[in-house]
Structure formats: structure tokens, C-alpha cells
């Protein structure tokens, strides 16, 4: 079983749709949980981070963590064609603090 | 303006080449990392740098050699041992002590060998 594990899509929604993207994951020694924006062609931005179980909401973007079901989701609301672009999961545990990425989930808004 | 600079943006070589990317970060960040990204692979971490003078192997090391002999630097080479370098690399940085060890990342080098 992978570490983490990420739909990788293709995911096409109309333009206002609200979106749910996810992750899981396998070890529970993950603590911090991350999404990262990539749109074509160009390096990965940081969207949010989180690191207890529950909501953190920003602006059209809410990242939810489950840590007992350890599954990990990013929603958007009123989603717009700039949305459009690869979100990755990414995870941190224990003393190393280097990511474990998901693969990527492709997502296309249509207008 | 802080941020990450990878140059190139895009690079090509002949096979058997070793061609050397550039990564510099002024975010006066402790740690920095490349990566290597494949359609449909993920992000997968070649080696990262916690110090000066100090590096270790990632996950896929083999045909790469780093140095960082300034906080700020921390050029790749891929060298001619590397069977499968055409891909998009991406450099990244963090800082240490952090709560969250997010990290944040360069535009990218796509290169082509062929």
C-alpha cells in the first residue's frame, strides 16, 4: 500500500461547482497535512496547511483533516475556470520533515 | 520580492552530457530540496540539503550529484549516469524550525535530453 494515495482524475466541473478533492493515507505518524496549487507548466504554491483534525477554511477554500479515518480533503466553493490546475496532497510526519506528496488530482473548471 | 529562482526554464542537451541546473532562494530558508516530476509520478524527492556543506540522498539519487556550499545555492547536475533525465525538476526550500515544514518551490527547469 502506497503511502499516500490521490485520484488522480481527470476531474471536469461547470464553473461555480463546488469541488472535493482527497487524499488518504496510510501512517499515522503524518501530522501535517498540506495542499499545493500547480497550474501547467510551472511550480507547485502553497494553497493551505493544517494539522488538526477538523476544518480550516480560507476564502472559496476549505481543507478538512479526519486523522482517525486518515483521509484528508480540500473543498471549493463557487469554483472558478481560474481553479483549473493539479492539486497535490502533501504530508509531514514525526522527526522527518521531509513531504510525502500524492500524485496529483487534475482538475478543469468550465465555464 | 523573496522568492525561489530556477534557471533555465528550459534546457536542452545530447545524451551523455552532464548539464547542471541553478536553484537560489533569498528567503534565508535552511533547507532546500530537488525534486523531480514526471506526468502522472508525483513529485519524487531526488536530494535535499539541511546545511551548508551538508546533503543527503532523496529517493531516486542515482545519476545526481548537488552541492551547497551557500545557503542560498543549491545547484543540480544531472550527470550521463542518469538513464531517464528528461523531465521537469523543481527546487524547493523550508525553514528548519518551523511548525508546519511547509515548503515552497522555484518555477521549474524542464529539461530534454536527447
Known amino acids: 500500500q502506497k503511502e499516500v494515495e490521490q485520484d488522480p482524475g481527470p476531474l471536469s466541473v461547470p464553473e461555480g461547482a463546488i469541488v472535493s478533492l482527497n487524499c488518504t493515507y496510510s501512517n499515522s505518524a503524518f501530522q501535517y497535512f498540506m495542499w499545493y496549487r500547480q497550474y501547467s507548466r510551472k511550480g507547485p504554491e502553497l494553497l493551505m496547511y493544517?494539522?488538526?483534525?477538523g476544518n480550516k477554511e480560507d476564502g472559496r477554500f476549505t481543507a478538512q483533516v479526519d486523522k482517525s479515518s486518515k483521509y484528508i480533503s480540500l473543498f471549493i466553493r463557487d469554483s472558478q475556470p481560474s481553479d483549473s490546475a493539479t492539486y497535490l496532497c502533501a504530508l509531514v510526519g514525526g522527526s522527518n520533515y521531509k513531504l510525502t506528496f500524492g500524485k496529483g488530482t487534475l482538475l478543469t473548471v468550465n465555464p | 520580492d523573496g522568492g525561489i529562482t530556477q534557471s533555465p526554464k528550459y534546457l536542452f542537451r545530447k545524451e551523455g552530457q552532464n548539464v547542471t541546473l541553478s536553484c537560489e532562494q533569498n528567503l534565508n530558508h535552511d533547507a532546500m530540496y530537488w525534486y523531480r516530476q514526471d506526468p502522472g509520478q508525483g513529485l519524487r524527492l531526488i536530494y535535499y540539503s539541511q546545511i551548508v556543506n551538508d546533503f543527503q540522498k532523496g529517493d531516486i539519487a542515482e545519476g545526481y550529484s548537488v552541492s551547497r556550499e551557500k545557503k542560498e545555492s543549491f545547484p543540480l547536475t544531472v550527470t550521463s549516469a542518469q538513464k531517464n533525465p528528461t523531465a521537469f525538476y523543481l527546487c524547493?526550500?523550508?525553514?528548519?524550525?518551523?511548525?508546519?515544514?511547509?515548503?515552497?518551490f522555484g518555477p521549474g527547469t524542464r529539461l530534454t535530453v536527447t
Open positions: 524547493a526550500s523550508s525553514q528548519i524550525v518551523s511548525v508546519t515544514y511547509e515548503q515552497y
Open positions: 493544517t494539522y488538526s483534525s
